[in-house]
């Protein structure tokens, strides 16, 4: 696969990521024998789905081949990060998306209700600052379904093949990198009290319906 660096649809603006998407990658054609070899693809992570979803699988699906594999070498970003990089809102991350997708196909939507009744209540609390309500949304699955559930959300019709996302698992990433701790995107704790209190809100906007609105912006 090879891709454009000069387009950065990760820093883009909302409304250029999905244009700068769809000309930033192309392949290398007669190297995969077409329904006959598994082709694994590394990507650095999956925040949006979004290049995965309008652009990459597109085009991979282009070499026919009997069985794609995407490999992340970030673990499921699943909360927004706050700290300097503007990643996505909650609803925004896919992540976050097949989560709730497992908990709508499992009938557990009653999980979304209970949550944002213990943020509500929580708001203007210690609570509200030290504790990540939003770990209840991924806790009845394991990351071996919020994954699958991932590939189905991002497959696009014109790929033929089975899809498999793998992601690194949390434990192994803080293995590799000892003595670089910054994983609350992944695993949702936050370093400071704002973190946690920002993770909260931002789970609250999404219920309320605030589409695209950040946690820390002025209300």
């Known amino acids: 696969v090879w891709k454009d660096t000069q387009s950065r649809t990760f820093i883009s603006a909302p409304e250029l990521r999905n244009e700068l998407s769809q000309h930033v990658y192309d392949v290398i054609y007669n190297v995969v024998r077409p329904n006959e070899d598994t ?7 999956i925040v949006r789905g979004t290049t995965l979803r309008q652009t990459l699988l597109r085009t ?4 026919k081949p009997a069985h794609l594999i995407i490999a992340s070498s970030a673990p499921q970003i699943r909360y927004p990060d ?7 809102s ?3 991350l896919i992540a976050f998306q097949a989560a709730i997708a497992l908990l709508k196909e499992y009938h557990l939507e009653e999980v979304l209700t209970h949550t944002y009744e ?9 609570d509200f600052t030290t504790t990540n ?18 590939a189905e959300l991002v497959k ?18 803080a293995k590799a990198l000892p003595n670089h701790r910054g994983d609350w995107y992944f695993t949702g704790n936050y370093p400071t009290p704002g973190g ?22 002025l209300r």
């Open 39 to 45: 082709l694994v693809c590394l990507d650095d992570s």
């Open 60 to 63: 991979l699906a282009r070499l």
């Open 90 to 92: 909650l609803g925004d």
């Open 82 to 88: 706050f700290y300097g990089i503007d990643m996505a």
């Open 118 to 126: 213990l943020c509500r209540r929580a708001e203007g609390k210690p």
């Open 196 to 217: 946690y209190a920002q993770v909260n809100r931002a789970f609250m906007q999404f219920y309320e319906g605030r589409v695209g609105q950040r946690a820390y912006e």
């Open 133 to 150: 309500y939003v770990k209840a949304i991924y806790a009845p699955f394991t990351e071996a379904q919020v994954a699958a559930k991932i």
């Open 156 to 173: 696009p019709p014109e790929l033929e093949c089975p899809l498999t996302l793998v992601f690194q698992p949390v434990e192994n990433l």
